[in-house]
Structures are given as C-alpha cells and as structure tokens.
T-cell receptor, first 113, second 112 residues
Framework: NAGVTQTPKFRILKIGQSMTLQCTQD?????MYWYRQDPGMGLKLIYY???????DKGEVPNGYNVSRSTTEDFPLRLELAAPSQTSVYFC????????????FGSGTQLSVL | KQEVTQIPAALSVPEGENLVLNCSFT??????LQWFRQDPGKGLTSLLL?????REQTSGRLNASLDKSSGRSTLYIAASQPGDSATYLC???????????FGKGTKLSVKP
C-alpha cells in the first residue's frame, strides 16, 4: 500500500521563487492536512481539507495556498518563497476527524536561500 | 491556548529497560491524544490513539495512559530494543477540525 505520497523529497529555492509540493493518498480519506516542522519544534498546521472542494486555514497559513480538486490530491503552493519558509513539510490524511489515526507522508525538506 | 510539553527532550537507556515518556497538556478539554513515532528523515507513524473517555491503550510492548484531570499522558515502552530508537511525539486533539497540537518530542536512544 502506498498510503500518503509526497514529492519532491528535497528542494532548494531562491528567494521569490514559487513551487508546488505534491501530496497524494490512496486510502480514500476525506481529511487531508499540511504541516510544517521546524528544527526542535512541534508540527504546525498550515492548511487542512475536509473533502474535495473544501479547505480551511490552520495555525500558520500565511505565504501558502492549497486546493483540493479530488479526494486523492492536496497540493500546497508556495508563492514568493522566503527564508522563513525553510522547513520540513508533511502531508497527512485521516478517514475521520478526531476518532481515527493520522497517516503521514515521508516529508519534503525545503530550503529557501 | 493549548500547549503540549514533552520532557525530557532526549533520553538514552540500555537495551532491555522499561521506560516512560511523558506528555503534559494545559487544556484538559481534549477530544483525544495521539502518540507518534518519527524516524530520521521519515514521516510520523501513529502508535496509539486514546479517546478522552479512555484511560489507556495498548499495542504490543507499548502502553499509553491518559489522565485528563492532571493534564498528563504517558507512553510506557517495555523491554526496550535498539529498534525503538526514534523521536516520540504526542499530540492533543482539541476537538475542532484541524486543532491537533503537537509537542516537540522526546528523542529516545536505546543502546545495545
């Protein structure tokens, strides 16, 4: 089982560039999430989605955008990359909110220089 | 605002020891609490999820307890093995969608 797949695994951006982090899940989960993890810190929620066509902001949404056109895909868009966006990004999914475990992708390590 | 704290930040034990990892949260009105394992360069793997109505959950050598009144959860690992070496994170679910607050984790090293 593939589970949650993220691409790319590593990326270096220059300040001001844009990119899209891809996330796909094959478990037919309704809920999908994007987190960032800074060194020595807990994960912070960027955006989440409760189903196709429905997204909402998390704790740290500034500088990011998302879309959810299908159940499987939940891409994260970085516009005008800044050094503060250097982090490890994780996509996750769950079948329900609150009662079921989260399944995580392996992460994307992003550096903005 | 919910805050989740994990102490210690790092722990080193010899193989075979039983050990306890601690997680505390400031707001006892949680929906559930989840323990995760994170290996270097990898994503998080959910180990145990304890609903607010439960006191503990067990999976193999792992046992997680929850005491909402004191704002504490513990993860007990029996007969630790080198393969248990990883960072363990807890996360408190505040109930509203998206409201999952993570601790910074405890990095566990089990020495052969």
């Amino acid at each position: 089982n593939a589970g949650v797949t993220q691409t790319p695994k590593f990326r270096i951006l220059k300040i001001g560039q844009s990119m899209t982090l891809q996330c796909t899940q094959d478990m037919n989960h309704n809920y999908m999430y994007w987190y960032r993890q800074d060194p020595g810190m807990g994960l912070k929620l960027i955006y989440y989605s409760v189903g196709a066509g429905i997204t909402d902001k998390g704790e740290v949404p500034n500088g990011y955008n998302v879309s959810r056109s299908t159940t499987e895909d939940f891409p994260l868009r970085l516009e005008l990359a800044a050094p503060s966006q250097t982090s490890v990004y994780f996509c996750a999914s769950s079948r329900q909110w609150g009662t079921e475990k989260l399944f995580f992708g392996s992460g994307t390590q992003l550096s903005v220089l | 605002k919910q805050e989740v704290t994990q102490i210690p930040a790092a722990l080193s034990v010899p193989e075979g020891e039983n050990l306890v990892l601690n997680c505390s949260f400031t707001d006892s009105a949680i929906y559930n609490l989840q323990w995760f394992r994170q290996d270097p360069g990898k994503g998080l793997t959910s180990l145990l999820l304890i609903q607010s109505s439960q006191r503990e959950q067990t999976s193999g050598r792992l046992n997680a307890s929850l005491d909402k009144s004191s704002g504490r959860s513990t993860l007990y690992i029996a007969a630790s093995q080198p393969g248990d070496s990883a960072t363990y994170l807890c996360a408190a679910n505040g109930g509203s969608q998206g409201n999952l607050i993570f601790g910074k984790g405890t990095k566990l090293s089990v020495k052969p």
